[in-house]
């Protein structure tokens, strides 16, 4: 495994102002750690409750686990993936009950952290554009359906799914996330809005987000709960970031050098969220915008970082597609340290998938 660290230039940037039962199948997936595949499209990353953090394979077909000690990066077959389909693991989250919980194609999945058994949920055909993930308060999965326009909660107890369609058509859903106030907060890209779903009610409020001279809005994409009390997010057309208060809806932006993407809160107190080639960090009392630049590589096109999560220690992690690596940031040092995903010439499948 090669490891690559770096120490980066900082720059410092002062800001402006239904119900349905489903069928599981369930898999004793084998880790891999000598051959992965030639494509593996490291996608999203979260902290596990293992100290580990753990990351989708998109192309790949596969969960990633990767030590937050010393970088060893162990891998499971998703059980549903063919030669002939891929199961597309999208994003990935922390469950109430300890697992590793991840959207995919027509699917929802868990891992179990210690003994890697992979279990999937077949959705209906009505959820089949599952998309971002997240455990809420009332100890249920909620996600986000791109593609049938609503907003999914799935129990953990017997997988029963309940759908709640977004008034905005092709509202383009990506993101969600649990609020300050208990509520879950998602993001409209297409429909340039920050929502609200009550997870009591499923009754639903959406935010416009200030209309520009882009026709495609701010494009938010990524949103967080902040240690300030409010949820900021980022707006991938517009080069900004926003923030909206829980409590009246009023939406700030902070401008950025370059197109923002995935966002999470630090330990230190400050929002961080990824740009093109750099990892910055923005002060959610000040709006003060630090820029820390990531290493770039010969072989590799810029711009290929994904997702970004916190782990217990304030490390900041993150996938790169490009470069196909899971790297880590040092918010003390500003080193950057970079793990490659092993390479495989051929993609393993499970021989059988038992049906429950």
Avoid at 323 to 330: F, P, Q, R, T, Y
Wanted: charge should be negative; aromatic fraction near 8%; proline fraction near 7%.
């Amino acid at each position: 495994m090669a490891i690559k660290h770096y120490m980066c230039a900082i720059t410092t940037i002062i800001s402006v102002s239904l119900l349905i039962l489903i069928m599981v199948c369930s898999c004793n997936s084998s880790p891999t750690t000598s051959k992965p595949t030639d494509l593996y499209g490291p996608n999203a990353i979260a902290a596990g409750s293992d100290g580990n953090l753990w990351f989708t394979e998109v192309w790949g077909n596969k969960i990633g686990k990767i030590s937050a000690k010393d970088g060893k990066i162990t891998e499971y077959n998703v059980p549903s993936a063919t030669r002939n389909m891929n199961s597309g693991p999208i994003d990935i989250t922390a469950g109430p009950d300890g697992n590793l919980w991840f959207t995919g194609s027509n699917k929802i999945g868990k891992i179990s952290p210690k003994t890697g058994k992979v279990t999937e949920y077949d959705i209906p055909p009505a959820n089949i554009g599952t998309n971002g993930i997240i455990a809420g308060l009332d100890g249920n999965l909620w996600f986000t359906d791109n593609q049938g326009n609503k907003i999914g909660k799935m129990s953990i107890k017997d997988g029963k799914i309940t759908d709640y369609s977004v008034p905005t058509a092709d509202a383009g859903l990506n993101d969600i996330v649990v609020g300050p106030d208990g509520n879950l907060w998602f993001t409209e890209s297409d429909g340039n809005k920050i929502d609200k779903i009550y997870p009591a009610t499923g009754n639903i409020t959406e935010y416009i987000i200030p209309p520009f001279f882009l026709p495609e809005g701010a494009y938010p994409t990524d949103i967080v709960s902040g240690p300030d009390g409010n949820l900021w997010f980022s707006e991938a057309a517009q080069n900004q970031i926003g923030k909206i208060s829980p409590a009246t809806g009023v939406i700030t932006e902070y401008h950025t050098t370059g197109s923002s993407g995935s966002i999470t809160a630090g330990l230190d107190g400050n929002l961080w969220f990824l740009e093109s080639n750099k990892i910055s960090s923005i002060s959610p009392s000040t709006g003060d915008i630090t820029d820390y630049i990531i290493p770039a590589e010969t072989n590799a096109p810029p711009g290929g970082q994904t997702d970004l999560t916190t782990d217990p220690d304030g490390n900041l992690w993150f996938t790169d597609i490009n470069k196909n690596i899971i790297g880590k940031l040092s918010p003390t040092t500003g080193i950057f340290t970079e793990y490659s995903i092993p390479l495989r010439n051929v993609t393993e499948y499970p021989a059988t998938i038992s049906h429950q």
